[in-house]
Each structure stands twice: as structure tokens, then as C-alpha cells.
């Protein structure tokens, strides 16, 4: 085995070592328990979706945005209309991946 063989070894066992490391998640952290509010249509957001909500029973929807800046500003004014609870989640994805 060559000394250039050698040092791939070791560096592919290395980086195999440091990427299993990075991939186990801890198990023994506190959960919360959540709750969600099921009396919302007399809110005015709940009001505004009620004819589309007969079409898609005991479902959730998403929206796909262009941006970072779309996601903030829709997250600020769905928190400016909220009456009772948010529940607001964005998820980044950029061109390298997610952020």
C-alpha cells in the first residue's frame, strides 16, 4: 500500500468517524406536550377561509415563497390578524440547501 493510499484511508475513515458523530441525535430530552386550539372559525382569520375549508376536511395547508424576506413579512402579518395562538413555521432553502 502506497503512502498516498494510506492517507486516503485514513482520511475517508476520519471523515466517516465525523460524519457518524454528527448524525445521532440525543433521545433523552424533555418533550412538551402541544395542544391546538379547534374553535377558531369565529376568528377572523377562520373566517375568511370558510369556503375552502368544506373541500379539504381535517387538513393543513402550506405556501411555498420566494424568499426569506416573503416568509418574515407573511409570518408578521399572519401574527398582526392572530386572535388566540400562532402557528407559524418557515423553513429556509437557498441553493446550497437548507438554512
Known amino acids: 500500500m502506497t503512502r498516498r493510499h494510506k492517507f486516503t484511508l485514513i482520511v475517508t475513515v476520519l471523515a466517516l468517524f465525523l460524519m457518524g458523530g454528527c448524525a445521532s441525535l ?3 430530552f424533555e ?9 377558531t372559525d369565529d376568528t377572523r382569520l377562520g373566517k375568511a377561509i370558510q369556503a375552502e375549508k368544506p373541500a379539504h376536511p381535517n387538513q393543513s ?5 420566494g424568499n426569506g424576506l416573503d416568509a418574515f413579512s407573511a409570518g408578521a402579518l399572519l ?6 395562538s ?3 413555521r418557515t423553513i ?8
Open 26 to 28: 440525543p433521545t433523552d
Open 31 to 39: 418533550r412538551h406536550e402541544s395542544h391546538a386550539y379547534m374553535d
Open 61 to 65: 395547508g402550506f405556501l411555498l415563497l
Open 79 to 84: 401574527a398582526q390578524g392572530a386572535e388566540r
Open 86 to 88: 400562532i402557528d407559524n
Open 92 to 99: 429556509g432553502i437557498n441553493t446550497y440547501g437548507f438554512y
